[in-house]
């Protein structure tokens, strides 16, 4: 499956463990969050933590496929960032 240097899977893998070890934190703090703001600064970084784990893998399949995936929840991720803080500030999306 992976055709690269043994190190570089090595460090994949890795590095993998470790996005999803953050991904796994940061759904904790948009549970337990004490506020909205810490919530929508959460979802934020989740959604970053997400496109940083299927850009990993689409290196670790040698594939292209995941990075336009990638592109799709980077935009829909600051849509839905801009919209919530919005709301937050102004108490409405659409005026």
């Known amino acids: 499956m992976i055709t690269t240097l043994p190190v570089l899977a090595w460090a994949l893998h890795i590095t993998i463990g470790m ?18 703001p ?12 997400a496109i940083a784990l299927i850009i990993l ?7 292209r496929l995941y990075m336009e995936s990638a592109l799709l929840i980077a935009v829909m991720g600051f849509v839905g960032t801009v919209a919530l803080a919005k ?7 659409i005026e």
């Open 38 to 49: 810490d919530r929508v600064l959460a979802l934020d970084t989740l959604y970053i933590n």
């Open 57 to 63: 893998l689409g290196i670790t399949l040698e594939t």
């Open 87 to 93: 709301y937050l500030k102004r108490g409405s999306v």
């Open 19 to 36: 996005v999803t070890l953050a991904a796994l934190l940061n759904v904790y703090r948009l549970i337990k969050g004490p506020d909205a």
